[in-house]
C-alpha cells in the first residue's frame, strides 16, 4: 500500500489509503536517493506502511484451509515470514516508484461497513495506469488495516495461496517455513 499510520482512529479507508500514500511520495519526493538505498525504503515500509495491514488475516488468508493444520508456533513463524516477503516485494516496487502518481477513485461504503475495497491507480509516467485495490477490514479499535492487495486484478492473497498450498501437500508447512526464510535472505 502506497499509503502511513493514522494516528486517529476513525478515519475513513479511503482518507487512510491517501494519507499513507502521500506521505510515502512526499518523502520519496523530499529525498529521492532513498529509492537507491534497500535499508533506507525498508526503514520507510516498516515505519509508514506495515502499520496499515493485518498480516495476521493476509497469512491466514494465503495459507487457505492448510491455516488450522499448522501450530500456533508454524503460525506465528509465517506470519514473520511472510511479513518479511512482502516488506521485500514493497521495496521492489518502490524502488521503481519514479515520477508516478496515484489516483484514488471514489469509495462506495455504507458507515456500517467493515469491510471494503479501497481502488487506486498508479499513474506511471508514460500514462500507462496500474489498478491496485486494498481490501481493509474495520479493527475493533475503530482503525482500517488492508489484508489483501490486488494489482492489475491479481489479488495477492490468492497468488501466494497457489504457491503455499503446493509446498504444503508436497513438503508440509515446515518447508513453507523454509521456503520463506529462503527467499528472505
Do not use: C, H
Not at 30 to 35: E, G, K, T
Amino acid at each position: 500500500m502506497l499509503a502511513a499510520n493514522v494516528a486517529f482512529s476513525q478515519v475513513a479507508p479511503d482518507a487512510q489509503v491517501k494519507s499513507v500514500s502521500t506521505e510515502v511520495i512526499n518523502v520519496l519526493k523530499a529525498d529521492p536517493a532513498i529509492l537507491g538505498n534497500q535499508a533506507k525504503l525498508k526503514e520507510l515500509i516498516e515505519s509508514k506502511l506495515l502499520p496499515n495491514f493485518n498480516f495476521g488475516r493476509m497469512t491466514q488468508l494465503a495459507m487457505g484451509r492448510n491455516w488450522a493444520k499448522a501450530s500456533p508456533e508454524q503460525q506465528a513463524a509465517l506470519t514473520k515470514e511472510f511479513r518479511t516477503l512482502l516488506v521485500r516485494t514493497y521495496s521492489g516496487a518502490l524502488a521503481n516508484f519514479r515520477n508516478n502518481t496515484v489516483d484514488f477513485r471514489p469509495l462506495r461504503m455504507q458507515p456500517s461497513d467493515t469491510d471494503v475495497t479501497v481502488k487506486t491507480v498508479i499513474m506511471q509516467a508514460n500514462g500507462q495506469g496500474i489498478p491496485i485495490d486494498y481490501s481493509m477490514e474495520k479493527a475493533a479499535d475503530g482503525t482500517w488495516k488492508a489484508y489483501d492487495v490486488a494489482v492489475a486484478g491479481v489479488s495477492l492473497v490468492t497468488n501466494y495461496r497457489d504457491e503455499f498450498n503446493n509446498v504444503i501437500r508436497d513438503q508440509g508447512v515446515d518447508a513453507l517455513v523454509k521456503q520463506l526464510q529462503g527467499k528472505n535472505k
